[in-house]
C-alpha cells in the first residue's frame, strides 16, 4: 500500500468520524430539548394568574372621601376617592418632615383619586384605612403611620406605600398592571 493511497483511506475516516459526532451531539441536543421541555413549561404563569395580572375598576362607584380595596396580583390595591380637604391636607405637608419625601402630585395622576398597593412596606402587613396619627393608614402590627397620601410618616416603614402601574382608560376608568 502506497503513502497515498493510506492518506486517502485515512481523510475518509476523519470525514466519517467528524460527521457521526456532529449527527450524534445533534440528536443529543433535540432529546435533551424534548426531555427538558416539561420542566420548563410548567414555570409558565398558569391562567389564573395570568388573569390577575391586569384589573379594570370603575372609579365611578367609589363615594367621595371612602375608599374600596381590589386584589390585584394576589396583593390589595387601595384606591381612594380623596375630598377636596384631603388633597390640601396632603398637598401642604412639608416634605422635609418626611422619612421618604414625595409630593402628593407624584402620587396620584389625577389627585382626587390615589391608587396604592396596600401592603406595609416594613414588613408586609396590611394597614388599617382612616386610622392612626395621620389620617391614613396605619399598621398595627408593628405601628408604622402614613398619611393621607400614603407616605410614611410615623414608624418603622422605610418608605412609602408602593404605587402600582396604572392608567385612565377613560374618566372613570383605570387599569392597573
Known sequence: MSSEELTVDNAEGVNRRDFLYVATAGWAAVGTAFAVWPFIAQMAP???VKAMATVEVDL???????EIKVMWQGKPLFIRHRTAEEIEQAR?????ELPDPEPD??????PEYLVMIGVCTHLGCI??????????????C???????AGRIRKGPAPRNLDLPPYKYT????????
Open 170 to 177: 377613560d374618566d372613570t376608568t383605570i387599569i392597573v398592571g
Open 105 to 110: 402630585s407624584d402620587r396620584a395622576i389625577k
Open 127 to 140: 394597614p388599617n384605612a382612616e386610622s392612626g396619627d395621620y389620617g391614613g393608614w396605619f399598621c398595627p
Open 46 to 48: 398558569s391562567a389564573d
Open 60 to 66: 365611578s362607584r367609589i363615594p367621595e372621601g371612602s
Open 142 to 148: 408593628h405601628g408604622s403611620h402614613y398619611d393621607i
Open 92 to 96: 401642604s405637608v412639608d416634605l422635609s
